[in-house]
C-alpha cells in the first residue's frame, strides 16, 4: 500500500521584555512565518503525491478537503492519527514501524481499500507526521540569526558595561543547537554568576530566543503536544 509514503514522512518529525534585542528589522515574527510557510509546503507536497497515487489507482475519487488541525510530537502523534483514520476509514487503522499501515479487519473489497486509503490522506493533512516539522533553517532565520548575533546582541551586552567576542563567520553552529565553539558573548561574565544570569535575561543568546518557536513557526508551549 503506497500509504509508505507517510512512514517515510514520519521517519524523516520566552517572553522577551524589558531592553531584550530584537536582532533588526526582520524580528522573531518573521522567522516564525518563515518556519510556519516552511511546513506548510511540506504537506501540500506529501498530499500532492499522496493524492497523485490515489486518483491514478482509483479513477474518479473525490479526496476530502483537509486542514492542519495540530502539530503532534511523536509521542502522541501515532495514537491521535490512528484515532483520526480510523474514524474516517469506519475501521481500525494501525501504525507500526515495522509493518507500515494496516488496518482490523483488513479490507475486504475494493470499496473498503479505497475507504482507508482515502482516510489516511485526509488524517495526515489534518495531522501532519512529526517528520515534516523538521527542516533546516531558511534564508530568513539565517539572516536574523547573523543580525541578532553581530549587531543587536552586542550592542546590548555594551549597554551592560560588557564587550561580547566577535560571532565566527559562520552562524549555523547557533542554528543548529546554540553551541558555538570560540564564541562566547557572555564570556566576561564566566566568573560571576549572579551576573551572567542577569546578562543572559536582558540580551538573550539568539538559541533561546529561537527555541521560543516550534520547527512550525508557534510558540514552544503549543507544540508538540
Same mark, same amino acid.
Given at each position: 500500500?503506497?500509504?509508505?509514503?507517510?512512514?517515510?514522512?514520519?521517519?524523516?518529525?520566552?517572553?522577551?521584555?524589558?531592553?531584550?534585542?530584537?536582532?533588526?528589522?526582520?524580528?522573531?515574527?518573521?522567522?516564525?512565518?518563515?518556519?510556519?510557510?516552511? =511546513?506548510?509546503?511540506?504537506? %501540500?507536497?506529501?498530499? *500532492?503525491? +499522496?493524492?497523485?497515487?490515489?486518483?491514478?489507482?482509483? #479513477? $474518479?475519487?473525490?479526496?476530502?478537503?483537509?486542514?492542519?488541525?495540530?502539530?503532534?510530537?511523536?509521542?502522541?502523534?501515532?495514537?491521535?492519527?490512528?484515532?483520526?483514520?480510523?474514524?474516517?476509514?469506519?475501521?481500525?487503522?494501525?501504525?507500526?514501524?515495522?509493518?507500515?499501515?494496516?488496518?482490523?479487519?483488513?479490507?475486504?473489497? =475494493?470499496?473498503?481499500?479505497? %475507504?482507508?486509503?482515502? *482516510?489516511? +490522506?485526509?488524517?495526515?493533512?489534518?495531522?501532519?507526521? #512529526? $517528520?515534516?516539522?523538521?527542516?533546516?533553517?531558511?534564508?530568513?532565520?539565517?539572516?536574523?540569526?547573523?543580525?541578532?548575533?553581530?549587531?543587536?546582541?552586542?550592542?546590548?551586552?555594551?549597554?551592560?558595561?560588557?564587550?561580547?567576542?566577535?560571532?565566527?563567520?559562520?552562524?549555523?553552529?547557533?542554528?543548529?543547537?546554540?553551541?558555538?565553539?570560540?564564541?562566547?558573548?557572555?564570556?566576561?561574565?564566566?566568573?560571576?554568576?549572579?551576573?551572567?544570569?542577569?546578562?543572559?535575561?536582558?540580551?538573550?543568546?539568539?538559541?533561546?530566543?529561537?527555541?521560543?518557536?516550534?520547527?512550525?513557526?508557534?510558540?514552544?508551549?503549543?507544540?508538540?503536544?
Amino acid at each position: 500500500m503506497r500509504p509508505r509514503i507517510l512512514m517515510a514522512a514520519v521517519a524523516t518529525g520566552l517572553a522577551i521584555t524589558g531592553c531584550a534585542p530584537t536582532g533588526g528589522a526582520l524580528g522573531l515574527d518573521a522567522v516564525a512565518d518563515e518556519r510556519a510557510a516552511r =511546513a506548510e509546503a511540506r504537506v %501540500d507536497a506529501l498530499l *500532492a503525491s +499522496y493524492a497523485e497515487y490515489l486518483t491514478d489507482r482509483w #479513477p $474518479g475519487i473525490l479526496l476530502p478537503e483537509t486542514t492542519v488541525e495540530a502539530w503532534l510530537g511523536p509521542g502522541v502523534w501515532t495514537t491521535a492519527f490512528q484515532n483520526c483514520a480510523s474514524d474516517a476509514a469506519g475501521r481500525s487503522v494501525v501504525v507500526d514501524v515495522d509493518a507500515g499501515i494496516t488496518t482490523i479487519p483488513p479490507p475486504q473489497t =475494493a470499496g473498503e481499500l479505497r %475507504d482507508v486509503e482515502t *482516510a489516511i +490522506y485526509l488524517c495526515q493533512g489534518r495531522l501532519p507526521p #512529526p $517528520g515534516l516539522g523538521v527542516s533546516d533553517p531558511g534564508p530568513v532565520e539565517i539572516a536574523w540569526v547573523s543580525s541578532y548575533a553581530r549587531d543587536a546582541l552586542p550592542t546590548c551586552l555594551r549597554r551592560q558595561g560588557v564587550t561580547a567576542e566577535p560571532l565566527p563567520a559562520d552562524p549555523f553552529a547557533i542554528l543548529s543547537g546554540g553551541a558555538t565553539p570560540g564564541w562566547d558573548p557572555y564570556a566576561a561574565a564566566r566568573g560571576d554568576a549572579p551576573e551572567l544570569r542577569r546578562l543572559q535575561a536582558l540580551c538573550p543568546h539568539p538559541s533561546v530566543l529561537l527555541a521560543s518557536i516550534s520547527a512550525v513557526g508557534e510558540p514552544t508551549g503549543e507544540e508538540p503536544r
